[in-house]
C-alpha cells in the first residue's frame, strides 16, 4: 500500500495505491510492517507532514488491527521524543505512543539513523546535504558510536522482520546499533 505506484517489479509484490485519509477494509493480516514517511521539506508544510507521518500511519494500524494483526513492525526515528523541540522527531514521538496504544501484542519499533539507501529506485529524489553527510558517516563509521553509524534500509528491514516474526509481546524498540548487519 502506497501513496504512489512503485517503480519496483517482483512477483510477490503487489503494490495498491491508496488515499490515507480513506482506506478501503483490507484482507485478513497476521501482521504488518508500516515505512511510512516523508520529509518537511517534500511534505510543503508542518502540517502535510503530520498528515502522512502520524496522521497516515495511524490510518494503517488502524486498519490492519481490524483485519486481524496482532503484530506490527514500523520505521520510526533515532531522535523521536513527543517532548523535542524539534517537529519531526516530535511528530515521530507521538506515531511511537499512539502505536503503542492501540494494542497490539507486538508492537516493534524501529529507530535508524541516517539512512544509507537508494532512494532512486524508489523514485524519490536526493535529499540536499544527505549525499554528503553519507560520504562523511561511511568514512567516520569506524569511529562512530554503532547507533550513530548510517545504516542500510536492508539492515533495517532484516531487523524488522526478523524482531516482529518473534513476535515477542509489548513494544519493542531497535536503535540504529542493534540493527547494524542485518
Do not use: W
Not at 505512543?97 to 494494542?103: K, T
Amino acid at each position: 500500500m502506497g501513496r504512489r505506484p512503485l517503480d519496483i517489479q517482483h512477483a510477490k509484490l503487489t503494490t495498491h495505491v491508496v488515499d490515507f485519509a480513506t482506506l478501503p477494509a483490507l484482507p485478513k493480516v497476521d501482521e504488518c510492517f508500516i515505512a511510512l514517511g516523508t520529509t518537511i521539506k517534500v511534505a510543503g508544510s508542518q502540517e502535510a507532514f503530520r498528515a502522512l507521518d502520524l496522521k497516515a500511519v495511524e490510518a494503517v494500524a488502524l486498519a490492519v488491527k481490524r483485519s486481524g494483526a496482532t503484530k506490527l513492525g514500523v520505521v520510526s526515528a533515532m531522535g523521536a521524543n513527543t517532548q523535542s523541540s524539534v517537529f519531526y522527531n516530535r511528530i515521530k514521538g507521538e506515531m511511537e505512543v499512539s502505536l503503542a496504544r492501540m494494542g497490539f501484542k507486538s508492537l516493534v519499533i524501529a529507530r535508524p539513523s541516517l539512512i544509507d539507501g537508494d532512494r532512486a529506485a524508489l523514485g524519490q529524489a536526493g535529499r540536499a546535504g544527505e549525499g554528503l553527510g553519507l560520504k562523511l558517516a561511511r568514512g567516520l563509521s569506524p569511529l562512530l558510536p554503532a547507533n550513530y553509524r548510517a545504516i542500510k534500509a536492508s539492515d533495517i528491514a532484516h531487523a524488522l522482520i526478523r524482531h516482529v516474526k518473534a513476535g515477542v509481546p509489548g513494544v519493542v524498540t531497535l536503535m540504529s546499533g542493534e540493527m547494524q548487519g542485518g
